[in-house]
């Protein structure tokens, strides 16, 4: 069987909204949501979009990733960029998990026009994002407004995916046994784990006499944020701290994740914590930390 749903041709971007729809399914809508912003910013509007999986060539995938990689995006500062290798990476991982879906699904039998033209290099694309240090993470907290250093705070302490962070509701802490509560990140079994200190004293300070209801942090609006305006005023601050890269989000998230295996907290806790699997931080990580001085156990980060 080579055809998508009501027999029509499985074309590219089919793929892509079928695929969004399974992890709908099997993460919510957040995870979704993300996903189909990207497939509508990348593919929808690219001639891949309309080819025919069973049809496809490796050249026309070859093609794709130059486009996607070479195109310039527009920063905060409302400027023309080139992207960045990490956030290139991410995209071309997206489209390759639809294509392999359709495989999983029986749609299609052979992956061999994408096996190579789309792969991703993970872990070279991890190395190069910089290590935000202790100093630098305190300024960026310092240098957010008052409506947003909850959500500068949680980006330096939770090494979570900003989709995930952004849908996190109150219930998704338990102030009594300081354990965190997620089905997010997960399929068959949701996460329950216990914080380190400081991150149980953070969100235990932030959710004080708020419904279990109500998203865990929200704009002063109290409405919820989205990922654009969340980037958005990320970069904004970590700008004005003087951030060594222009993914800030990425490199808080690779920093916090670092802290946290080199202060002892176990690889299969930050896994799930973080939604990467054991074996991926593993490959990733165990150099990094191991090689370098432990740091002390007590904090994360400076929480000013």
Same mark, same amino acid.
């Given at each position: 069987?080579?055809?998508? #749903? ?5 074309? @590219? ?24 912003? !990207?497939? !509508? ?24 990733? @130059?486009? +996607? ?33 359709? $495989? ?15 792969? @991703?290099?993970?872990? /070279? ?32 302490? +939770? ?7 952004i849908s996190l509701k109150v219930e998704s802490f338990d102030v009594t046994t300081g354990e965190f509560h ?36 929200? !704009? ?15 970069? !904004? ?27 002892? $907290? ?9 939604? $990467?699997? @054991? ?13 370098? /001085? ?7 980060? #400076?929480?000013?």
């Open positions: 069987m080579q055809n998508g #749903p009501n027999d029509a041709p499985l074309t @590219v971007l089919l793929a892509c909204h079928r695929f969004t729809e399974k992890v709908r399914a099997a993460k919510g809508d957040a995870a979704a949501n993300e996903l189909a912003a !990207r497939y !509508r910013r990348w593919v929808e509007s690219d001639p891949l979009a309309g080819c025919v999986l069973s049809k496809l060539t490796s050249d026309q995938l070859k093609q794709f990733r @130059v486009r +996607l990689i070479s195109a310039p995006v527009t920063g905060a500062d409302s400027k023309l960029r080139p992207r960045q290798p990490a956030t290139a990476f991410r995209d071309l991982a997206v489209v390759r998990a639809a294509l392999n879906q359709a $495989i999983a699904d029986g749609l299609v039998t052979d992956d061999s026009a994408w096996r190579s033209a789309l792969r @991703v290099t993970r872990e /070279a694309s991890r190395h190069q994002l910089p290590y935000i240090t202790r100093s630098l993470r305190g300024q960026f907290i310092s240098v957010a407004s008052k409506s947003f250093k909850p959500m500068a705070q949680a980006l330096c302490l +939770l090494p979570l995916p900003p989709s995930v962070l997620n089905d997010l990140l997960v399929g068959d079994a949701p996460l329950k784990l216990a914080l380190p200190p400081d991150v149980s004293s953070f969100l235990t300070e932030i959710i004080r006499d708020r419904l279990g209801s109500e998203r865990l942090i929200v !704009r002063s609006s109290g409405a919820a944020w989205s990922i654009r305006g969340l980037s958005r005023r990320v970069q !904004r601050y970590a700008r004005a701290a003087e951030f060594p890269t222009s993914s800030p989000i990425q490199a808080l998230r690779h920093s916090v994740i670092i802290d946290m295996l080199r202060s002892g $907290i176990s690889y299969a806790a930050v896994g799930q914590l973080s939604g $990467i699997s @054991v074996s991926t931080l593993s490959k990733l990580y165990e150099a990094i930390c191991d090689n370098d /001085a432990p740091v002390s156990t007590k904090r994360t980060i #400076p929480t000013q």
